[in-house]
């Protein structure tokens, strides 16, 4: 009790016991430290205070030197007291770390508790002392700090979290012997750091574990399962050859388990994308998760130096370089990737360094010109929210521009990018780099908008990506823009949407574009890309026409500051990259089981928005069409085409379904020298909303990626045999045989927001359609390969998730697995092949999931082992002398100290273990007897047949779980059976 270890003569209570352990020298002597600041040496034999040692501050913790005859305290104060074993008047030191030492022999100013000290001990040199907390309170703001106090140098290193605790590594786990600490491992609150105490300035260990993906907030996930076997060594290689700067040249100190061996060990691969711009590959294989490589995409852009530079930026303030999305090629390793200031980066991969003068750069310039009216059938789901706001106008093709600004006398900008790309030479590492950069332009003072859709196609060397404004193709080979087209203008003239020209109060006319004749009540694209003065067929009047100038600039300088400072507030608030944690309860399902109409979830743009229903009002209604999925095939374009040809698939927000015809030149040199054609075939599927996944079947029902050619190192000159070899080099296209050609046919497979469809080609029938939800939405589909077969899975916002084979699209599993709480999950659910699924469940956290039968199966065997069995090393040699004087350690026999013999039986109040009858042919035996007597009282007592029926449901149970142990363990000694000594 408490009261024995103070001194009799105090009558206050000590406080808590903050701190318990026996002297490194002697085990039965046990040192005590309390709360208040008192300190006793407890003695285990004589069961008495052998000290005690009595400081004015609270105690937070105690540590031993390692010869026993001292130890140190940290005090709340922010001091470190030492004391002598046998000097318990006062402390031999008292030291403040931190505090400033005033004059005249005052006490220094106190200082922030010292939360925890370790004392450790070196054969060549001075003791180190390791200590956190402690900080003077005027450093106001400074972060958490572990100091390190070796001899005279004292060194704080700051922490990005608050220190949970700290360990010290030492040579060796005996307390009596010279620690020779070399590292402390170190507890963050959200990260686990390891200090190198052996090399000057105390680096820190390169963490090989993932332990922060949030190491810049993720931004967007995507999932690749099955990749080329060859891809994970070559990122890795990449990866380790990045220079880290201030670590540690020391490898990594912990060790310890093993990973798991799985049945099925294909490689996985995740990709993040992150606010600041860089982008990490992960190897997911089995259930490692590890880091590869990172691409920092901010390196190709100018940052702003000052206030003069941030208007190019002034679209996204916070993160302007952030990720939207990422495409890629595993096959070809071709990277795309687009971010929230509307730009598109076209990376390759390479093994080798490169240096380029100049990184080139395209502008394409997209603008609305028309609202978008309801279908006609009035059965689609709303479009994309648009970052700007409110809606305006459909794009006319319009090409590329240079990168020269322009503004009109009204100070709108016009024809500039929103980040500036680097002019002086760039330096690229080995890895993804850079070879082409799209970026949109603002239009009459109006930013782009941000892109809701990307695809690349390496065997066509084109990128695609769209947004609320239209569609853009690019050759990346060539390096130009070859389509830049509005969605009206892919329908051509069977658009099926009423679309009405904006009204003057949303319209923001373009500084070059002229004044249109308004006396004719209808405006051309023509008479839109007409000048002022390029022969204006106007037959009214000079006055007439100087009024109406006059009343169209009098409506701009009224409402450009308006309209400006609402599209800039709108698009600040749209293309905010703060992932939601809580959700409206109204947002999910309703009382009636059913997804409220006026909710519709926009899966790219991540944000809800009213939705069309016919009780929302007009204003809403006036939303643009987006373009939402994008794919490359080689199909039939047309209707009555009778042979396949490069397409590109396009999926709107209004479940249109609209097919590019793609012209390449023949042969790998005419590729870089004839212009490709693209042009829209006239081809229109609809569906019932938005369109969300395209992919397609052979006639067996195969999967038919899109084609691809195989990596190949740019960077190096090719020999004469390997220019041979190139040009007999195919595209490895996965298009039908010639029979199939001639006779059978494709299945195109469509996805959208409410129903799948799977179309026959060139025929365009509906084979097979399958409306998926009624009262709610797909928020994720997508069509993998499982158990040598395809399927169509897909996530929705009730919650469930369906899979669907093909192409008969007949229900294969209907899961309640997760409601849609927050908008996080949305964004970053997705699938891959072998019925694999991942989300971002948190800001900090990646949840995979799986489907599959056969994973589910071998996860056991794919945990792996924690702990790995390791030798203890040597205990120290106690030496003559120090045996002789009693200075050595001494051994303490607890049993005979605490067991029965000494101390008397225990008290009735704990816990005794009592063994039962052993062998598992005993515990089977025991749970038969117990059902036999229970089936005998259950005819006996009819009256307790509920209880006794329950009774014998345990039972069973109990004779199950029997059964099944005892196979696990025949198992098991099967396994080791035959294995020699040395393989355990």
Same mark, same amino acid.
């Given at each position: 009790?408490?009261n024995k270890a103070?001194?009799?003569s105090?009558?206050?209570?000590p406080?808590?016991v903050?701190h %318990?352990?026996?002297?490194?020298m002697?085990e ?10 008192t ?7 004589s ?7 009595t400081?004015?501050?609270?105690i937070?913790?105690?540590?031993w030197?390692h010869e026993?005859k001292?130890?140190i305290?940290?005090?709340s ?8 074993v046998r000097?318990?008047?006062r ?7 931190h505090g ?10 106190p ?6 000290v ?6 060549a040199g001075?003791?180190?002392i390791?200590?956190?907390?402690g900080l003077?309170?005027?450093?106001v ?6 100091t390190v106090?070796h001899?005279k140098?004292?060194?704080v290193?700051?922490?990005d979290y608050?220190?949970?605790?700290f360990?010290?590594?030492?040579e060796?786990p005996y307390?009596?012997d010279?620690?020779?600490?070399y590292?402390v491992?170190?507890l963050?609150?959200?990260d686990?750091v390891l %200090?190198d ?5 105390y680096p820190?260990? @390169?963490n090989?574990?993932?332990?922060s993906?949030?190491?810049?907030p993720v931004t967007c996930c995507?999932y690749?399962?099955d990749?080329?076997?060859d ?11 990045q220079?880290r ?8 100190p ?5 990973w798991?061996?799985g ?6 691969i995740?990709i993040t ?8 590959f992960w190897?997911?294989s089995a259930?490692?998760l590890?880091v590869?490589?990172k691409?920092?995409t901010?390196?190709v ?5 000052g206030?003069?530079?941030r208007p ?7 993160d302007?370089y952030?990720?939207q999305m ?5 096959e ?10 509307a ?5 390759r991969?390479?093994r080798?360094?490169a240096l380029?003068e100049v ?5 394409v310039?997209?603008?609305? @010109?028309m609202?978008?009216e ?11 929210p ?5 809606s305006s ?6 090409q ?6 322009s503004?009109s ?5 016009d024809?500039a ?7 002086s030479?760039?330096?690229q590492p ?7 950069v ?13 892109i809701t859709s990307?695809?690349v196609?390496s065997?066509?060397g084109?990128v695609?990506?769209g947004n609320?404004?239209?569609?853009a ?11 830049s087209l509005?969605t ?9 949407h009423?679309?009405e020209p ?7 006319q373009?500084?070059a574009?002229?004044?249109?004749d308004?006396s ?8 839109r890309?007409k ?11 000079s ?5 109406v100038?006059?009343?169209i600039?009098k409506v701009?300088?009224?409402s450009?500051?308006?309209?400006k400072m609402?599209?800039s ?5 749209s293309?905010?990259?703060?992932l939601p944690?809580?959700l409206k309860?109204?947002?999910?399902v ?9 909710i519709?979830?926009d ?7 009213p939705?069309?229903s016919s ?6 209604r006036e939303?643009r069409?987006a ?8 199909t039939f374009?047309?209707?009555a085409?009778?042979c396949?040809g490069p397409?590109?698939?396009v ?6 379904v ?12 005419q ?13 229109m599927?609809r569906?019932?909303?938005?369109v969300?996944r395209?992919?397609f079947?052979d006639s067996?029902?195969?999967l ?5 050619l195989?990596?190949?190192e740019h960077? %190096?000159p @090719?020999?004469k ?6 040009k007999?080099?195919r595209p490895?296209?996965?298009s039908p ?7 059978e046919s494709?299945y195109?497979?469509?996805c959208?927001e409410k129903?799948?469809?799977v ?5 365009q029938s509906?084979a ?6 009624e ?8 069509v993998?390969a499982?158990?040598a077969s395809?399927?169509l899975?897909c996530?929705?916002a009730n919650g469930?998730?369906?899979?669907f084979?093909?192409?008969s ?5 209907d899961?309640?697995?997760?409601p849609?709480?927050n908008?996080r999950i949305?964004?970053?659910?997705c699938?891959?092949n ?7 469940v948190?800001?900090t956290?990646?949840?995979?999931l799986?489907?599959s039968?056969e994973?589910?199966e ?6 792996g082992?924690l ?6 090393p040597e205990?120290?040699n106690?030496g ?9 350690a001494?051994?303490?026999d607890?049993e ?5 013999a000494?101390?008397g039986k225990?008290s ?7 063994p039962?009858?052993g062998?598992?042919e005993g515990?089977?035996?025991a749970?038969?007897?117990?059902v036999?007597e ?9 009256e307790?047949?509920?209880?006794l029926?329950?009774?014998?449901e ?5 004779l199950?779980?029997a059964?099944?142990?005892?196979k696990?363990?025949? @198992?098991m000694m ?9 393989q355990f």
């Amino acid at each position: 009790m408490w009261n024995k270890a103070i001194e009799l003569s105090s009558k206050s209570h000590p406080g808590p016991v903050v701190h %318990i352990s026996d002297n490194p020298m002697d085990e039965g002597k046990l040192l005590i430290g309390f709360e208040s600041g008192t300190v006793v040496l407890w003695d285990l034999k004589s069961k008495k205070a052998d000290y005690r040692y009595t400081y004015d501050e609270a105690i937070h913790s105690v540590a031993w030197h390692h010869e026993g005859k001292q130890f140190i305290c940290s005090h709340s104060d922010g001091t470190l007291t030492t004391w002598n074993v046998r000097s318990p008047a006062r402390p031999v030191q008292t030291i403040t770390p931190h505090g400033k030492q005033l004059k005249d022999g005052k006490k220094p100013e106190p200082c922030k508790p010292i939360l925890k000290v370790e004392f450790k001990t070196t054969r060549a040199g001075e003791p180190f002392i390791i200590l956190s907390g402690g900080l003077s309170y005027d450093t106001v703001g400074r972060r958490p700090c572990l100091t390190v106090m070796h001899g005279k140098s004292t060194a704080v290193l700051e922490m990005d979290y608050s220190v949970v605790d700290f360990l010290t590594l030492c040579e060796t786990p005996y307390p009596n012997d010279f620690q020779e600490p070399y590292a402390v491992v170190v507890l963050l609150e959200k990260d686990l750091v390891l %200090i190198d105490l052996a090399q000057n300035g105390y680096p820190i260990f @390169e963490n090989p574990y993932p332990l922060s993906i949030h190491e810049s907030p993720v931004t967007c996930c995507e999932y690749f399962a099955d990749c080329p076997v060859d891809l994970i060594p070559a990122l890795y290689s990449v990866g380790a050859r990045q220079k880290r700067q201030g670590y540690s040249k020391k490898e990594w100190p912990i060790s310890g388990g093993n990973w798991g061996l799985g049945a099925q060990s294909y490689p996985e691969i995740i990709i993040t994308g992150h606010a600041d711009g860089s982008v990490k590959f992960w190897d997911a294989s089995a259930i490692t998760l590890q880091v590869l490589y990172k691409l920092k995409t901010s390196k190709v852009f100018e940052k702003p130096r000052g206030k003069d530079d941030r208007p190019s930026t002034d679209v996204v303030d916070e993160d302007p370089y952030a990720v939207q999305m990422v495409s890629w090629c595993p096959e070809s390793r071709v990277l795309c990737v687009a971010g929230v200031s509307a730009h598109v980066l076209v990376c390759r991969f390479s093994r080798q360094e490169a240096l380029a003068e100049v990184i080139p750069m395209l502008e394409v310039r997209l603008y609305c @010109e028309m609202n978008d009216e309801g279908s006609p059938e009035g059965e689609q789901a709303p479009p994309l929210p648009t970052p700007g706001g409110s809606s305006s106008p459909q794009p006319f093709p319009l090409q590329s521009h240079p990168s020269t600004s322009s503004s009109s006398s009204g100070g709108l900008r016009d024809n500039a990018p929103c980040l500036k790309v680097k002019t002086s030479p760039l330096k690229q590492p080995p890895g993804f780099q850079t070879e082409l950069v799209v970026q949109l332009v603002w239009v009459g003072g109006e930013p782009p908008q941000q892109i809701t859709s990307l695809a690349v196609n390496s065997s066509y060397g084109l990128v695609v990506f769209g947004n609320c404004d239209g569609i853009a193709v690019v050759d990346y080979l060539q390096k130009a823009v070859l389509l830049s087209l509005g969605t009206a203008d892919l329908y051509g003239s069977s658009d099926p949407h009423r679309r009405e020209p904006r009204s003057p109060r949303k319209s923001r006319q373009p500084s070059a574009a002229g004044l249109c004749d308004i006396s004719e009540g209808t405006v051309t694209p023509e008479d839109r890309c007409k000048s002022p003065t390029s022969g204006s067929s106007s037959t009214h009047n000079s006055d007439d026409e100087q009024k109406v100038n006059n009343f169209i600039e009098k409506v701009k300088t009224q409402s450009r500051k308006f309209s400006k400072m609402v599209a800039s507030d709108l698009a600040k608030m749209s293309r905010k990259l703060s992932l939601p944690t809580d959700l409206k309860p109204d947002l999910g399902v309703n009382q009636e089981g059913k997804m409220p109409a006026a909710i519709y979830l926009d899966v790219k743009d991540n944000s809800f928005s009213p939705s069309r229903s016919s009780s929302v009002a007009s204003i809403d209604r006036e939303a643009r069409e987006a373009i939402s999925a994008l794919h490359f095939a080689e199909t039939f374009p047309r209707k009555a085409d009778s042979c396949l040809g490069p397409c590109l698939w396009v999926g709107t927000t209004l479940g249109s379904v609209l097919v590019l015809a793609l012209g390449l030149p023949p042969g790998e040199e005419q590729r870089l020298l004839q212009p490709v054609v693209a042009v829209p075939s006239g081809t229109m599927l609809r569906l019932k909303g938005a369109v969300l996944r395209m992919a397609f079947l052979d006639s067996t029902g195969c999967l038919l990626p899109p084609a691809h050619l195989p990596w190949r190192e740019h960077s %190096i000159p @090719e020999e004469k045999e390997e220019k041979e070899k190139a040009k007999k080099r195919r595209p490895v296209s996965v298009s039908p045989s010639s029979s199939q050609e001639l006779g059978e046919s494709q299945y195109a497979v469509i996805c959208s927001e409410k129903q799948a469809k799977v179309i026959a080609l060139p025929a365009q029938s509906c084979a097979y359609q399958q409306n998926m939800v009624e009262t709610s939405f797909v928020l994720r589909g997508d069509v993998v390969a499982l158990s040598a077969s395809v399927c169509l899975a897909c996530f929705c916002a009730n919650g469930h998730i369906m899979t669907f084979s093909l192409p008969s699209l007949r229900p294969l599993l209907d899961v309640y697995y997760l409601p849609l709480t927050n908008m996080r999950i949305a964004r970053t659910f997705c699938f891959t092949n072998n019925g694999q699924a991942l989300y971002l469940v948190s800001p900090t956290e990646i949840q995979r999931l799986t489907y599959s039968q056969e994973t589910c199966e071998n996860l056991q065997e794919m945990l792996g082992e924690l702990f790995t069995p390791v030798e203890t090393p040597e205990a120290p040699n106690r030496g003559f002398f120090k045996g002789l004087f009693g200075g050595g350690a001494q051994s303490l026999d607890r049993e005979e100290l605490f067991g029965e013999a000494a101390s008397g039986k225990a008290s009735r109040s704990l816990v005794q273990h009592i063994p039962g009858p052993g062998g598992i042919e005993g515990v089977k035996g025991a749970a038969s007897g117990v059902v036999g007597e229970l089936a005998r009282a259950r005819l006996a007592l009819d009256e307790r047949g509920q209880k006794l029926g329950e009774l014998e449901e345990r039972a069973a149970a109990m004779l199950s779980s029997a059964d099944s142990f005892s196979k696990h363990a025949h @198992e098991m000694m099967l396994k080791y059976k035959d294995k020699k000594w040395y393989q355990f």
